[in-house]
Each structure stands twice: as structure tokens, then as C-alpha cells.
T-cell receptor, first 116, second 114 residues
Framework: AQTVTQSQPEMSVQEAETVTLSCTYDTSENNYYLFWYKQPPSRQMILVIR??????QNATENRFSVNFQKAAKSFSLKISDSQLGDTAMYFC?????????????FGTGTRLQVTL | GAVVSQHPSWVICKSGTSVKIECRSL??????MFWYRQFPKQSLMLMAT?????????EQGVEKDKFLINHASLTLSTLTVTSAHPEDSSFYICSSYRGNQPQHFGDGTRLSIL
């Protein structure tokens, strides 16, 4: 079974600064997908960024980028130019494409607070 | 716009009542949908996988008779919490399976049992 670990329960960053959220996972699979989801106080689950394991290039979406280290099984999220609206819970998630319904395995989450 | 619609968003009811939560796929036919439960300040825990036209697959430890799942059409899955009690109070959220694409989530349902 896959496990996803987020070792930082809470993080704080000042507006306009950069913050990195950590995520490690354990799997014996070679082909899989990794995601970062954001859950603001409204509790909606919002996809932030996605990475396919077969791609060596790190995914980037505007101010959000990842550092994907497949050998180390690490998948950190960097938020640049942090904004107040980035305040939320961030969940790292793993998905193994099985050909049938692929389940998401979530980490425990990191609560990010962006301050003035 | 939302591609998965979940209703109701918030429900309060008395202990012993059964509560139905609906999850609709708006822009495609979802043969499979997922139901999660989230306690305050915790992560999402998968409860079950809902399969159109067949029985749901429940995760270990989830009571099948307590959490009834029906997926009668390609666009609608329902979760019924039967004879709900205060310990069933939680945030329930559904998502759609879209192959290797990221799952789309509903907005969730906050269930409070008095």
C-alpha cells in the first residue's frame, strides 16, 4: 500500500515571500501521479498542480512549482510570491493508475498561513 | 464552473434520522465516483468507491449498512447515512474518477447530528 507523509503540520509565511511544503511517499510502483490539492476555509478541494512520475521535468503552474525527486520519493511544493489567498490546508496526494478506478492516497496535510 | 455538484452543502438533523447526500457529475459520464469523510483538521479518508450499476466497494472499517451508496446512473451517486448518530457528524465529500486525470471534487456536505 502506498503512504504519503507530510511532516509539517503548520507553516507560516509572509506575504510576497516564498515557502516550500514537504511531501514524501512510499511506493513500489514505477508509474504513478502526484498531486497537490489546496483546501481553503471554504473546504473546497482545489487542484494546485500535478506531476506524472515518468516526466523528469518539474511541473509548474504560475506561482506554484514542484521539486520532484523520484529516487528520493520526494514531492515538495514551492509557492512563490505568497498571497493572502494562499492561506489554506495543502494536501499531497498519490495516485496509481490501475486501469480501473484509481484511488487517491492523501497525506495528513500542512496548514499554511500567509501573514501581512 | 463546477463539474461535480454535491447537495446539500449543510444539513442538521436529529439522531436516528437517515440523511441522503447527492453527488452529480455535470460535464461527463462518471462510471466511478469516490466518497470521502473528513474530520476537523484531518485529511480526507476514502470511505468507498461507487460504481455505476454495481455494488460499491467499501474501505476496511466502513460499515456498509450504515453508509449506503447508490450509483444508479452515469451522472448521479448518492450516499445515505442511515440512522445517523452524533458520531456520524463530519464533512463528507465526493469526487469523480476521470481515468488518469485529476479527480474533480464536489463542494462537500457538512453533516451535524444532534
Amino acid at each position: 500500500a502506498q503512504t504519503v507523509t507530510q511532516s509539517q503540520p503548520e507553516m507560516s509565511v509572509q506575504e510576497a515571500e516564498t515557502v516550500t511544503l514537504s511531501c514524501t511517499y512510499d511506493t513500489s510502483e514505477n508509474n504513478y501521479y502526484l498531486f497537490w490539492y489546496k483546501q481553503p476555509p471554504s473546504r473546497q478541494m482545489i487542484l494546485v498542480i500535478r506531476q506524472e512520475a515518468y516526466k523528469q521535468q518539474n511541473a509548474t503552474e504560475n506561482r506554484f512549482s514542484v521539486n520532484f525527486q523520484k529516487a528520493a520519493k520526494s514531492f515538495s511544493l514551492k509557492i512563490s510570491d505568497s498571497q493572502l489567498g494562499d492561506t489554506a490546508m495543502y494536501f499531497c496526494a498519490f495516485m496509481k493508475p490501475t486501469g480501473t478506478a484509481s484511488k487517491l492516497t492523501f497525506g495528513t496535510g500542512t496548514r499554511l498561513q500567509v501573514t501581512l | 464552473g463546477a463539474v461535480v455538484s454535491q447537495h446539500p452543502s449543510w444539513v442538521i438533523c436529529k439522531s436516528g434520522t437517515s440523511v441522503k447526500i447527492e453527488c452529480r457529475s455535470l460535464d461527463f459520464q462518471a462510471t466511478t465516483m469516490f466518497w470521502y469523510r473528513q474530520f476537523p483538521k484531518q485529511s480526507l479518508m476514502l470511505m468507498a468507491t461507487s460504481n455505476e450499476g454495481s455494488k460499491a466497494t467499501y474501505e476496511q472499517g466502513v460499515e456498509k449498512d450504515k453508509f449506503l451508496i447508490n450509483h444508479a446512473s452515469l451522472t448521479l451517486s448518492t450516499l445515505t447515512v442511515t440512522s445517523a448518530h452524533p458520531e456520524d457528524s463530519s464533512f463528507y465529500i465526493c469526487s469523480s474518477y476521470r481515468g488518469n486525470q485529476p479527480q474533480h471534487f464536489g463542494d462537500g456536505t457538512r453533516l451535524s447530528i444532534l
